[in-house]
Nanobody, 123 residues
């Protein structure tokens, strides 16, 4: 069981930027393919982005391509999601989680999710 912890969420105006971080104080994350998904009220859960455990390739949802960048720093045991040009429709709770190695989907095992961080894009 991992203990993923997200941070960096908040309230931002449309067009603004935020950087989310995900780390684990007890377990090394470099073995895991990790990613982010989001959940907004009344909307289905949406996979946002994923980065392979090698850091060698990434995947993005069409809705965030060109605006979001995922990265990882294994020395800091941290995965990041840089979010630029934010839109109101990006509002939701963002969860860091383990993904399959092909970055097709996040695990359904909640033991491998963080607690989530709220992102609100509003003027």
């Amino acid at each position: 069981q991992l203990q993923l912890v997200e941070s960096g969420g908040g309230l931002v105006q449309p067009g603004g930027s935020l950087t989310l971080s995900c780390t684990d104080s007890k377990f090394e994350l470099d073995y895991f393919t990790l990613g982010w998904f989001r959940q907004a009220p009344g909307r289905e859960r949406e996979g946002v982005s994923c980065i392979h455990n090698s850091g060698g390739w990434t995947k993005y949802a069409d809705s965030v391509k060109g605006r979001f960048t995922i990265s990882r720093d294994n020395a800091k045991n941290t995965v990041y999601l840089q979010m630029n040009s934010l839109k109101p429709e990006d509002t939701g709770i963002y969860y860091c989680s383990v993904w399959d190695d092909r970055c097709e989907e996040a695990t359904t095992l909640t033991d491998y999710w963080g607690q989530g961080t709220q992102v609100t894009v509003s003027s």
